[in-house]
C-alpha cells in the first residue's frame, strides 16, 4: 500500500482505483500522476475511486489484479463500486500446470522460537490444557452443559477451561454429511488443546458409541472416556466419575518449551471490509510467513473465497499433484453451489459491500492475504489433519462459525481471525480479533485484540510484524487471554450437507 496523501491509498501502482481512507465529499481534489482529478461523488471510506477514465467492458485493476469490469464508462474521481461493476467469474474453469518459483523471500528473523505449551503423548502441541464435554449428538447438550457448570466449581481452577462443546449435529444423518460429522468431531476429541475428554452419547443416535468409536481408532483410554446416558440411572453422577478421572490424568500437563516448529495456526477472515485485504490480511500473511519459516503448519480455508484468485495459489503448489488437488478443491465447490441451483458468485456479502468490496474477486484477493507467500504443502478435506508443514488449504465454506469449526477439527491451537465489520464469534481453542481498522477497534474493545488499522497509521506493516507475534506467543503460551477466552465466546458450527431424516 502507498498513500497519496493522508485521505488516500493505492495498494499496486498500476491500479485504477484508491481507497479512500476517511469519508470524502464530491469536489475533493486529488493530485496524483501528474493529474488534477475532482471527486464526482462522495465516496465513503473503504470505497474506492477512479483514478483515471475506465470505458464500459474494460477491466478493473485492483492488488494488480482485475476485480471486474466496468458495466458503464466510468470517468476519473467517479466512485467505483457494485453500481458501475460486475464480476468476470463465471461457472468452472480449466486450470493448467505451472512449476512453482515462489520462495519465501521475506527478510524474516530465522533465529527457532519456542513457546510454553502442552506437548501431548502424540507428539502434538497444544496452547490450553483443558477438559472438555463432547456430546455425539445434539440430544444431550444441555446435559454437557450441565456436567460442564459442575465440573467447574469443582476442578476449574485446576485447567485453562472446562468445555461442553455442543452442536446440533450426529443424528438423522445419512451417507456422506454423517462421515464429515464423525470426521470433524473425531478432529475435536483428538485436539490437543484437550488434556482431556468425555464423550457423551444418547444411545439411539445414528452417531452412537458403537458406531462412533471405530471411526475415532486407537485411543488413549485415560484422556478420553465415553458415558451413554441412555444405560446409566444417574449421567450426573457417573459423568463427574468420568471427568474425575480425566482430571487426575490431564492435570500431570504443564507448561514446557516447545518449538514453533510443532505449532498449527488456523487463519479466518470476517465481517470483512475494503481494508481487510490491505491491512489485516497481509499482517497475517507476514506471521503466516513467519511461522512456515520456523518449520510450523498453517491452514488457509474458506474456499468461496478463493474463486477468482485460485491461480494465485496454485502457481505456489509444491507439485503438480498438490496443483491438482487445489484445481479439485475449487471445482468441488463450485459443483456443491451448482447441486443446489445457486450462483457460484453470489457474494460479497451485504456487510462487506457497505465496507467498501464490490466483487468477488475483490474480496478473494484480499481473503488469501492471510496465505502469505508460502508455497502450498498440502490440501485437506474435512477433519483432516495436517500431514506437511507449511501453508496447507482446507476445504469448508466461509461462513464463520463453520470454518472456525473446521480449522479446529484440522488442529489448529490458536486462530487469527480478521474482521473489518466486527465480530465477536470465537472458536474452543484461542480466537485473537485483528481490526482491519482504528475505528472497529476503539468501538469494540471488547471484541478485538489487535488494531491491525495501525498499518494505515504508521504506513509500514512491517512496523506491526513484530507487534502481533509477540501477542501471538504471550496467548498461546498462556500469558494472556483472548477476548473470546475472557467471555465465553468458544462456539462451533459442523457443515452439514444432506438429507435430515
Given at each position: 500500500?502507498?498513500?497519496?496523501?493522508?485521505?488516500?491509498?493505492?495498494?499496486?501502482?498500476?491500479?485504477?482505483?484508491?481507497?479512500?481512507?476517511?469519508?470524502?465529499?464530491?469536489?475533493?481534489?486529488?493530485?496524483?500522476?501528474?493529474?488534477?482529478?475532482?471527486?464526482?461523488?462522495?465516496?465513503?471510506?473503504?470505497?474506492?475511486?477512479?483514478?483515471?477514465?475506465?470505458?464500459?467492458?474494460k477491466n478493473i485493476t485492483k492488488y494488480d489484479y482485475e476485480i471486474g469490469k466496468a458495466v458503464e464508462d466510468i470517468k476519473a474521481g467517479s466512485h467505483v463500486h457494485t453500481h458501475n461493476v460486475d464480476t468476470n467469474l463465471d461457472d468452472l474453469l480449466e486450470y493448467s500446470y505451472q512449476e512453482n518459483h515462489y520462495l519465501l523471500t521475506e527478510d524474516h528473523d530465522l533465529e527457532k522460537t519456542t513457546f510454553k505449551g502442552y506437548l501431548r503423548e502424540d507428539g502434538k502441541a497444544g496452547?490450553?490444557?483443558?477438559?472438555?464435554?463432547?456430546?455425539?449428538?445434539?440430544?444431550?447438550?444441555?446435559?454437557?452443559?450441565?456436567?460442564?457448570?459442575?465440573?467447574?466449581?469443582?476442578?476449574?481452577?485446576?485447567?485453562?477451561?472446562?468445555?461442553?462443546?455442543?452442536?446440533?449435529?450426529?443424528?438423522?444423518?445419512?451417507?456422506?454429511?454423517?462421515?464429515?460429522?464423525?470426521?470433524?468431531?473425531?478432529?475435536?476429541?483428538?485436539?490437543?488443546?484437550?488434556?482431556?475428554?468425555?464423550?457423551i452419547s444418547l444411545g439411539c443416535e445414528n452417531n452412537n458409541l458403537e458406531e462412533f468409536k471405530p471411526v475415532l481408532g486407537d485411543i488413549n483410554e485415560n484422556r478420553i472416556k465415553f458415558l451413554t446416558t441412555q444405560n446409566t440411572e444417574d449421567e450426573y453422577k457417573e459423568g463427574l466419575k468420568l471427568i474425575e478421572e480425566l482430571v487426575e490424568y490431564a492435570e500431570r500437563f504443564k507448561r514446557e518449551d516447545i518449538s514453533t516448529s510443532k505449532l498449527v495456526i488456523g487463519f479466518k477472515?470476517?465481517?470483512?471490509?475494503?481494508?481487510?485485504?490491505?491491512?489485516?490480511?497481509?499482517?497475517?500473511?507476514?506471521?503466516?510467513?513467519?511461522?512456515?519459516?520456523?518449520?510450523?503448519?498453517?491452514?488457509?480455508?474458506?474456499?468461496?473465497?478463493?474463486?477468482?484468485?485460485?491461480?494465485?495459489?496454485?502457481?505456489?503448489?509444491?507439485?503438480?499433484?498438490?496443483?491438482?488437488?487445489?484445481?479439485?478443491?475449487?471445482?468441488?465447490?463450485?459443483?456443491?453451489?451448482?447441486?443446489?441451483?445457486?450462483?457460484?458468485?453470489?457474494?460479497?456479502?451485504?456487510?462487506?459491500?457497505?465496507?467498501?468490496?464490490?466483487?468477488?474477486?475483490?474480496?478473494?484477493?484480499?481473503?488469501?492475504?492471510?496465505?502469505?507467500?508460502?508455497?502450498?504443502?498440502?490440501?485437506?478435506?474435512?477433519?483432516?489433519?495436517?500431514?506437511?508443514?507449511?501453508?496447507?488449504?482446507?476445504?469448508?465454506?466461509?461462513?464463520?462459525?463453520?470454518?472456525?469449526?473446521?480449522?479446529?477439527?484440522?488442529?489448529?491451537?490458536?486462530?487469527?481471525?480478521?474482521?473489518?465489520?466486527?465480530?465477536?464469534?470465537?472458536?474452543?481453542?484461542?480466537?485473537?480479533?485483528?481490526?482491519?481498522?482504528?475505528?472497529?477497534?476503539?468501538?469494540?474493545?471488547?471484541?478485538?485484540?489487535?488494531?491491525?488499522?495501525?498499518?494505515?497509521?504508521?504506513?509500514?506493516?512491517?512496523?506491526?510484524?513484530?507487534?502481533?507475534?509477540?501477542?501471538?506467543?504471550?496467548?498461546?503460551?498462556?500469558?494472556?487471554?483472548?477476548?473470546?477466552?475472557?467471555?465465553?465466546?468458544?462456539?462451533?458450527?459442523?457443515?452439514?450437507?444432506?438429507?435430515?431424516?
Amino acid at each position: 500500500m502507498k498513500k497519496i496523501n493522508d485521505d488516500l491509498a493505492i495498494i499496486s501502482k498500476d491500479d485504477d482505483v484508491a481507497i479512500a481512507l476517511k469519508n470524502l465529499k464530491k469536489g475533493y481534489r486529488i493530485q496524483y500522476n501528474n493529474m488534477n482529478i475532482e471527486l464526482l461523488d462522495d465516496i465513503p471510506f473503504g470505497h474506492k475511486v477512479a483514478l483515471k477514465n475506465i470505458q464500459k467492458n474494460k477491466n478493473i485493476t485492483k492488488y494488480d489484479y482485475e476485480i471486474g469490469k466496468a458495466v458503464e464508462d466510468i470517468k476519473a474521481g467517479s466512485h467505483v463500486h457494485t453500481h458501475n461493476v460486475d464480476t468476470n467469474l463465471d461457472d468452472l474453469l480449466e486450470y493448467s500446470y505451472q512449476e512453482n518459483h515462489y520462495l519465501l523471500t521475506e527478510d524474516h528473523d530465522l533465529e527457532k522460537t519456542t513457546f510454553k505449551g502442552y506437548l501431548r503423548e502424540d507428539g502434538k502441541a497444544g496452547t490450553r490444557n483443558d477438559i472438555w464435554i463432547v456430546p455425539t449428538v445434539g440430544c444431550v447438550n444441555s446435559t454437557a452443559k450441565r456436567l460442564e457448570k459442575m465440573a467447574k466449581k469443582e476442578w476449574g481452577d485446576k485447567f485453562d477451561d472446562i468445555l461442553a462443546i455442543t452442536h446440533n449435529a450426529g443424528c438423522s444423518q445419512l451417507g456422506y454429511d454423517h462421515k464429515t460429522t464423525q470426521k470433524i468431531l473425531k478432529g475435536i476429541i483428538n485436539h490437543p488443546n484437550a488434556g482431556g475428554v468425555l464423550v457423551i452419547s444418547l444411545g439411539c443416535e445414528n452417531n452412537n458409541l458403537e458406531e462412533f468409536k471405530p471411526v475415532l481408532g486407537d485411543i488413549n483410554e485415560n484422556r478420553i472416556k465415553f458415558l451413554t446416558t441412555q444405560n446409566t440411572e444417574d449421567e450426573y453422577k457417573e459423568g463427574l466419575k468420568l471427568i474425575e478421572e480425566l482430571v487426575e490424568y490431564a492435570e500431570r500437563f504443564k507448561r514446557e518449551d516447545i518449538s514453533t516448529s510443532k505449532l498449527v495456526i488456523g487463519f479466518k477472515c470476517g465481517g470483512s471490509d475494503a481494508f481487510s485485504g490491505i491491512t489485516a490480511n497481509p499482517l497475517c500473511g507476514k506471521i503466516n510467513d513467519k511461522l512456515v519459516l520456523n518449520g510450523g503448519s498453517t491452514l488457509l480455508t474458506e474456499v468461496p473465497e478463493m474463486f477468482g484468485a485460485e491461480t494465485i495459489l496454485m502457481k505456489r503448489a509444491k507439485n503438480k499433484e498438490t496443483f491438482n488437488k487445489i484445481v479439485k478443491l475449487i471445482n468441488d465447490y463450485k459443483l456443491y453451489f451448482k447441486k443446489y441451483n445457486q450462483v457460484i458468485y453470489e457474494n460479497p456479502a451485504p456487510g462487506n459491500k457497505k465496507g467498501g468490496i464490490t466483487t468477488l474477486e475483490e474480496k478473494s484477493l484480499g481473503c488469501i492475504q492471510k496465505g502469505g507467500t508460502a508455497p502450498v504443502m498440502g490440501v485437506l478435506g474435512y477433519g483432516d489433519q495436517i500431514s506437511n508443514s507449511g501453508l496447507n488449504l482446507l476445504t469448508g465454506s466461509g461462513n464463520d462459525p463453520v470454518s472456525c469449526t473446521n480449522l479446529l477439527a484440522s488442529g489448529a491451537a490458536v486462530i487469527l481471525f480478521t474482521t473489518g465489520r466486527g465480530n465477536p464469534f470465537g472458536a474452543p481453542v484461542p480466537t485473537i480479533k485483528i481490526s482491519s481498522n482504528s475505528e472497529l477497534y476503539n468501538k469494540k474493545p471488547h471484541w478485538i485484540d489487535y488494531n491491525a488499522g495501525e498499518i494505515l497509521e504508521k504506513n509500514n506493516i512491517d512496523n506491526v510484524v513484530d507487534e502481533l507475534w509477540g501477542l501471538l506467543l504471550d496467548v498461546i503460551s498462556g500469558k494472556k487471554k483472548t477476548n473470546n477466552e475472557i467471555h465465553g465466546y468458544k462456539d462451533i458450527s459442523i457443515f452439514r450437507d444432506g438429507v435430515i431424516l
